[in-house]
């Protein structure tokens, strides 16, 4: 259908509103003076489409299985916190309930726009509701960084322990997770299609002077999600490492028997570090890498980023929730095999050599549960 002399360009691969940068069916005003070319036919990211169906599905199932697990691990993590308070636990518990503002915020808020296509909730819910969406995110990926800064100082510095100073992180990450989720609620805002007046969508269309400054904004949100907390991650626990190597190295000299236990002790929480560092680091590259090679792409080549097949981009985007699901389960097994190593004391009497191998038990745990 033309008007005047254009035709009207409808959207029929983009399935997807928020990978759009102007509306679908309109002529991009920054080119054309004409805007009003209406078509009868909606363009596919107006209509329920397969990347719809696409987000339910997996949306519902990440969101199940989240809910069930990081409601589980805050569920253990209290009970531990009446019976013995520990600090670690502390953290865990405010990485818990960031996960779960993740899974009972924006997986349901994803679930139920998906369902919906267009945003009926107005313009207040639309920014209060962008807010939280990326607030959960922030708050995770900051609580990932103050557990590792805090087992780093346990470790590294153990004179210098302070309940204080861990409850002062924790505090920090919630301010900046605040702040830093701020912008979402001035930037996206409720807008009416041009050409379809009964069609409303919660969009950042308009914000943004230029492409320079939301690409500006872009990439200060990925390095804050991804590549800082992704260094500071790798940094502390490969320091806690290197330490505990240096120590199996620099084992005090005495009597064999003793050092040899003392040597194997260290060796068994500097094989258990390794290994919860390259998990820690896996999984978190693994969740988020997915999403933002998409997003980088989108930035420096939204042309082609487009041409990729619609489902295969709303997987990968839809990868940025899985850390949210991959959190209790990742700390909580090495944070409960941690606990599980100390040894249970027998009512009856033991030999010297099984009350040596609960010594030895009991020492790995409070080193492991200075790391873990």
């Known amino acids: 259908m033309k008007c005047g002399a254009m035709e009207c360009e409808i959207n029929k691969n983009v399935l997807d509103h928020r990978a759009l940068s102007e509306w679908s069916g309109v002529i991009d005003k920054k080119n054309q003076t004409n805007t009003s070319c209406v078509s009868v036919e909606l363009p596919i990211d107006m209509v329920f489409n397969d990347g719809h169906r696409l987000s339910i599905v997996v949306y519902t199932?990440?969101?199940?299985?989240?809910?069930?697990?990081?409601t589980s691990f805050l569920k253990y993590l209290i009970k531990r916190r009446l019976k013995q308070p520990s600090k670690i636990d502390i953290m865990l518990m405010h990485l818990a309930l960031a996960d779960l503002i993740v899974t009972f915020v924006l997986m349901p808020l994803e679930i139920s726009w998906a369902f919906t296509v267009q945003w009926i909730a107005g313009d207040i819910m639309c920014r209060l509701m962008m807010f939280f969406r990326i607030f959960g995110l922030y708050l995770s990926s900051?609580?990932?960084?103050?557990?590792?800064?805090?087992?780093?100082?346990?470790?590294?510095?153990?004179?210098?322990?302070?309940?204080?100073?861990?409850?002062?992180?924790?505090?920090?990450?919630?301010?900046?997770?605040?702040?830093?989720?701020?912008?979402?609620?001035?930037?996206?805002?409720?807008?009416?299609?041009?050409?379809?007046?009964?069609?409303?969508?919660?969009?950042?269309?308009?914000?943004?002077?230029?492409?320079?400054?939301?690409?500006?904004?872009?990439?200060?949100?990925?390095?804050?999600?991804?590549?800082?907390?992704?260094?500071?991650?790798?940094?502390?626990?490969?320091?806690?490492?290197?330490?505990?190597?240096?120590?199996?190295?620099?084992?005090?000299?005495?009597?064999?028997?003793?050092?040899?236990?003392?040597?194997?002790?260290?060796?068994?929480?500097k094989r258990r570090t390794l290994k919860m560092t390259v998990t820690i680091v896996i999984v978190f590259v693994v969740c988020w890498t997915p999403y933002y090679i998409m997003c980088i792409w989108y930035w420096i080549d939204r042309?082609?980023?487009?041409?990729?097949?619609?489902?295969?981009?709303?997987?990968?985007?839809?990868?940025?929730?899985?850390?949210?699901?991959?959190?209790?389960?990742?700390?909580?097994?090495?944070?409960?095999?941690?606990?599980?190593?100390?040894?249970?004391?027998?009512?009856?009497?033991?030999?010297?050599?099984?009350?040596?191998?609960?010594?030895?038990?009991?020492?790995?745990?409070?080193?492991?549960?200075?790391?873990?």
């Not at 990440?62 to 990081?70: E, F, P, Q, R, T």
């Not at 699901?325 to 009512?347: D, E, T």
Request: charged residues 15%.
């Open 303 to 372: 042309h082609n980023a487009l041409e990729v097949d619609q489902r295969i981009q709303r997987v990968l985007f839809l990868f940025a929730c899985t850390n949210s699901c991959m959190n209790p389960i990742v700390y909580g097994i090495f944070h409960h095999n941690s606990k599980c190593v100390k040894a249970k004391v027998p009512s009856k009497k033991i030999s010297f050599k099984q009350q040596m191998d609960q010594v030895r038990n009991q020492t790995e745990s409070q080193i492991i549960e200075e790391i873990v």
């Open 142 to 269: 900051f609580v990932l960084v103050c557990i590792s800064l805090d087992r780093y100082f346990a470790v590294l510095k153990p004179f210098n322990l302070s309940i204080r100073r861990s409850r002062m992180m924790l505090l920090i990450a919630w301010i900046f997770g605040f702040l830093c989720s701020i912008p979402q609620a001035i930037i996206f805002h409720l807008e009416t299609h041009p050409n379809h007046n009964l069609y409303t969508q919660c969009v950042t269309f308009h914000f943004f002077t230029n492409d320079t400054h939301e690409m500006a904004y872009q990439i200060i949100s990925f390095c804050l999600l991804f590549p800082f907390p992704l260094f500071v991650v790798t940094f502390c626990y490969v320091s806690i490492y290197i330490e505990i190597y240096k120590n199996t190295k620099t084992a005090p000299k005495g009597i064999d028997k003793f050092r040899r236990s003392n040597d194997d002790i260290l060796s068994r929480a």
């Open 61 to 70: 199932i990440l969101l199940i299985i989240s809910g069930i697990a990081n």
